[in-house]
């Protein structure tokens, strides 16, 4: 297999493969169906964000009832809009872990009995591993080995990428991930779930530098971020600033800055340690409009090329699930009959099934 945008590639092992994927890790059911050949045909999201809203997160037994009904009508619609039949595909990808386990079943019960009708192979990939492999779906691939810095609601890492399917986590956060510090600063001003774009929004009419707030861990060598300190601090900030319009957005747009400035300072640590010249960002913070700038111009001066996803992509999709099921059914990997799903799954644990050349 060669290595690149996967419309240019065949497989050495299967030739064309054709493959239809299926997340429900989270709050977003998502279908998407892509081919060796001509890369991504169709897809679909649908965020479950309006069904959480009041309650301020997402309730995990909503979550996986809304996937039930969901899944199987999106799975018919993209099928349609690909201009496929299950004829023409090679096998199911879902999303197997980690995630919410009621969430993850319903996608994997799916995908695996789909599999199983339509006479082909199911494959169950890892959500974070997937998140690392979406800028695969961009014209211009990265280059391996490179460095990935993760942001997502439920991790905030540092990887060393020395090829796919073998990740070394350099470090990682000790309490709340990057989007949980957005979330939670969102919600302690007043923001709807999830906080992080919203926080983003409000922080354009803001000041940066208007109140002093912690840079965690940025101060002590290492690679490892936390995140719950910054919390308590915004936490003050709106008890001792009010709510005036102004104040908040003065408060966005400083929580934001302390978030952004935090993985960038140990981003460039990572990049000056690995010696890598490229770095992947991937998960929902990466659509940050501040932290792609920030981190862009870093890397710039420092020679790195920075290889994003496309915005639709930063956030939970099946896209990117289907580029992970490509590969790994290349590689000639398949799920038994048993139906797998599991809430906690190191990555570090994966394998390099995958032969990128
Ligand atoms: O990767 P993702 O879609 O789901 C997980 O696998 O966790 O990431 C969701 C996280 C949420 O915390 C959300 O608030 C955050 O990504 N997020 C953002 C932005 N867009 C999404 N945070 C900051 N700025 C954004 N523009
Ligand atoms: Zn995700």
């Known amino acids: 297999m060669t290595r690149g945008r996967p419309r240019k590639r065949d497989c050495q092992y299967h030739g064309r493969m054709r493959v239809l994927a299926i997340e429900s890790s989270c709050d977003e059911s998502a279908v998407a169906i892509l ?3 001509d890369g ?4 679909q999201i649908f965020s479950q964000i309006d069904l959480h809203r009041i ?18 009508p999106m799975v018919e619609e993209t099928l349609a809009q690909a201009g496929t039949t299950p004829a ?4 199911v990808a879902f999303t197997a872990g980690p995630g919410l386990i009621g969430a993850l079943l319903t996608g994997a019960a799916l995908a695996r009995s789909l599999a199983y009708a339509w006479g082909i192979p199911a494959v169950g990939v890892h959500h974070l591993e997937v998140h690392l492999l979406a800028p695969l779906l961009e014209a211009e691939p990265p280059p391996l080995p490179h460095l990935a810095l993760l942001v997502s609601g439920g991790h905030t890492m540092l990887i060393d990428v020395e090829r796919i399917g073998s990740y070394h986590v350099l470090g990682e956060t000790r309490d709340d991930a990057a989007g949980e510090a957005f979330d939670k600063s969102a919600k302690l001003l007043g923001l709807p779930y999830p906080g992080g774009p919203e926080l983003a929004r409000l922080a354009i009419s803001g000041r940066a530098d208007a109140f002093a707030l912690p840079r965690p861990m940025l101060d002590r060598p290492g690679l490892e971020f936390s995140f719950s300190g910054l919390k308590t601090a915004v936490r003050l900030a709106v008890e001792q600033g009010g709510d005036a319009p102004g104040t908040r957005a003065d408060i966005a747009a400083s929580a934001q800055a302390a978030i952004v400035d935090t993985l960038i300072g140990k981003t460039v640590r990572a990049l000056q340690q690995t010696g890598h010249r490229a770095l992947v960002v991937a998960g929902g913070v990466g659509a940050n409009r501040m932290l792609r700038e920030k981190l862009s111009a870093r890397a710039d001066a420092m020679g790195v090329r920075v290889y994003y996803p496309r915005l639709e992509f ?6 990117m699930i289907a580029m992970a099921g490509l590969l790994r059914l290349e590689a000639g990997e398949a ?9 906690q799954w190191p990555l570090s644990t994966l394998t390099p099934s995958i032969e990128l050349s």
């Open 335 to 343: 799920e038994t009959l048993s139906i797998r799903a599991r809430a």
């Open 88 to 91: 023409d595909l090679s096998g």
């Open 55 to 72: 309650y301020g997160g997402v309730v995990p037994e909503l979550a996986s009832r809304d996937h039930v009904v969901r899944l199987l």
């Open 314 to 319: 930063c956030t939970d999709n099946a896209a």
């Open 35 to 37: 081919d060796s050949a």
């Open 40 to 43: 991504l045909l169709a897809h």
